[in-house]
C-alpha cells in the first residue's frame, strides 16, 4: 500500500474510533423508527401515554391542557385542565388521566371527560412530592400506585442516584407510600458520566415488567428491572431524538418516544415496532 493509501486508511479507522456505538433495548430497532410530526400547538410536546386503545395522549409544557389524536391523522382534540404552566408527563389509571407538573404537583381527571372542552372534575394535589424538579411520571393501574422520578432534588445532589416517590391512590386521595432510589453509577455514556442523571419521561414496557427511563438531558434510555436495577444504557442519536421527552408503550408493546421540536421542523412522535 503506498503512503496514500495508508493515509486513508489511517484517517478511516480513526473516523471508526470516533463514531458513537447507538444500540437498543431487546425487541426493538431505535435507528428504524415510523415517524409522525406534530402541529404546532404540540412544538413543546412534553409527556405521552396510551389507554387500551391506539390513541395517544399527550401534554405540553406550556398548557395545561391535554390531547389526543390517532397518530397520522391531522384531527387532533383538546381538553382544558388547568392554568398554564410547566407540566411535563401523563398517565392513565383506573379510568382517569394523571397529570405531573414540573414543581411535583399532580392533577387528574376522568379519561371520559377528554370528549369535552374542559374537564369539569379535577383533583388537584398541590406539590405532592418534595420540593425539587420532576418530569417523569408512571400510573399503574394494577395497584393504584403512581411513580414519580426526580429530576433534580436536593437529596441527589453530588451522587449518582436518582429518587423516586411510590404515592398510593386511595378514596380520591394520593399519599406517599414509599420512596426508592434509582442508581445510575454504571451507565456507560462518555458525555454523561461526570453529569447526573435527569429522568425526562418514565414508562413500564408491559411485555417484561421492565422500567424504561428517558433522559433528554442526557441523551439516554436507560432500562431497569422491576426492583430498579438498571441493566442497559442506550445512548440516543441526536439526529433521530433531537429533545425526548416523552415516552409510553401501547397494549400491543410497541416503544413509543416523543420529541419537542428544539431546532427541528416539527416536534415528532416516534414508533418502534415490536419485533416478532
Known amino acids: 500500500m503506498n503512503k496514500f493509501g495508508m493515509l486513508l486508511f489511517s484517517l478511516a479507522a480513526v473516523s471508526c474510533m470516533g463514531q458513537k456505538e447507538y444500540t437498543s433495548p431487546a425487541g426493538y430497532d431505535l435507528s428504524r423508527p415510523e415517524t409522525f410530526n406534530m402541529p404546532v400547538i404540540l412544538d413543546e410536546i412534553s409527556g405521552i401515554t396510551f389507554t387500551n386503545s391506539d390513541t395517544v395522549y399527550a401534554v405540553q409544557d406550556e398548557n395545561g391542557t391535554v390531547f389526543h389524536f390517532q397518530p397520522g391523522s391531522k384531527a387532533l382534540a383538546a381538553t382544558k385542565f388547568g392554568k398554564k404552566g410547566d407540566y411535563e408527563d401523563l398517565s392513565v389509571s383506573n379510568g382517569n388521566i394523571v397529570v405531573l407538573r414540573s414543581d411535583g404537583s399532580l392533577y387528574a381527571f376522568p379519561l371520559n371527560e377528554t370528549?369535552?372542552?374542559?374537564?369539569?372534575?379535577?383533583?388537584?394535589?398541590?406539590?405532592?412530592?418534595?420540593?425539587?424538579?420532576?418530569?417523569?411520571?408512571?400510573?399503574?393501574?394494577?395497584?393504584?400506585?403512581?411513580?414519580?422520578?426526580?429530576?433534580?432534588?436536593?437529596?441527589?445532589?453530588?451522587?449518582?442516584?436518582?429518587?423516586?416517590?411510590?404515592?398510593?391512590?386511595?378514596?380520591?386521595?394520593?399519599?406517599?407510600?414509599?420512596?426508592?432510589?434509582?442508581?445510575?453509577?454504571?451507565?456507560?455514556?462518555?458525555?454523561?458520566?461526570?453529569?447526573?442523571?435527569?429522568?425526562?419521561?418514565?414508562?413500564?414496557?408491559?411485555?417484561?415488567?421492565?422500567?424504561?427511563?428517558?433522559?433528554?438531558?442526557?441523551?439516554?434510555?436507560?432500562?431497569?428491572?422491576?426492583?430498579?436495577?438498571?441493566?442497559?444504557?442506550?445512548?440516543?442519536?441526536?439526529?433521530?431524538?433531537?429533545?425526548?421527552?416523552?415516552?409510553?408503550?401501547?397494549?400491543?408493546?410497541?416503544?413509543?418516544?416523543?420529541?419537542?421540536?428544539?431546532?427541528?421542523a416539527y416536534g415528532t412522535v416516534l414508533k418502534f415496532a415490536l419485533k416478532p
Open 115 to 264: 370528549a369535552q372542552p374542559e374537564a369539569a372534575s379535577v383533583k388537584e394535589w398541590k406539590k405532592a412530592v418534595p420540593a425539587g424538579e420532576y418530569e417523569a411520571l408512571y400510573a399503574d393501574p394494577l395497584n393504584n400506585e403512581v411513580y414519580v422520578l426526580c429530576k433534580q432534588c436536593e437529596a441527589d445532589k453530588k451522587t449518582s442516584q436518582v429518587t423516586g416517590y411510590i404515592l398510593q391512590w386511595t378514596g380520591g386521595e394520593l399519599v406517599t407510600k414509599t420512596t426508592f432510589t434509582l442508581d445510575a453509577a454504571g451507565r456507560q455514556n462518555n458525555k454523561s458520566k461526570k453529569t447526573a442523571l435527569k429522568p425526562s419521561a418514565l414508562a413500564r414496557n408491559p411485555k417484561t415488567g421492565e422500567w424504561y427511563i428517558l433522559s433528554s438531558v442526557n441523551k439516554l434510555l436507560l432500562v431497569a428491572d422491576p426492583e430498579w436495577h438498571v441493566k442497559e444504557t442506550h445512548a440516543l442519536k441526536p439526529s433521530l431524538f433531537p429533545q425526548p421527552e416523552g415516552i409510553a408503550f401501547d397494549k400491543a408493546g410497541n416503544l413509543w418516544i416523543s420529541n419537542e421540536k428544539n431546532q427541528a
